[in-house]
């Protein structure tokens, strides 16, 4: 069996990296993915998916020291399923719609676009061989963690 994800978004906040009791560094991404279209009525609608990703060893440390909030990011791996309930993990938002966030471990990470000005990033599409990418979140208030 075989299963493989590509997402392209924006980071929506800064990576938040640990180590494992063995050394094993692990960064956690959250990557927001827009999607706008125009529907039947003409009217303007967007979405945006949410994707809890980690990233392990050497990766890590790059996503970490070169990554920040907002920089887009192309991020290939495997959805790993919420231990609770099997699929997405859901929550209800402030204004009483329903969320839901996928859980990715990536196994390739691409950084897009160029830095955000706070010494982040490598510039305009430069690309690791251990790195990853998403759209923008409206505001901080839709990150569900």
Known sequence: MFQKITIVGNLGRDPEMRYQPDGTA??????????????????????????RVSVWGRRAEVCNEYLASGRQVMIEGRLRPDANSGGPRLWTRQDG?????????????????????????????????????????????DIPF
Request: glycine share 14%; charged share 15%.
């Open 26 to 51: 692990v960064t956690n991404l959250n990557v927001a993915c827009n999607r706008k279209w125009t529907d039947g009525s003409g009217q303007p609608q967007s979405e945006t998916t949410w994707f």
């Open 97 to 141: 719609t329903m969320g839901a966030s996928f859980e990715v471990t990536a196994d390739n990470v691409v950084f897009l676009g160029s830095g955000n000005g706070n010494g982040h990033g490598h510039g305009n599409g430069s690309r690791h061989s251990d790195e990853a990418a998403t759209p923008t979140p409206d505001s901080d208030d």
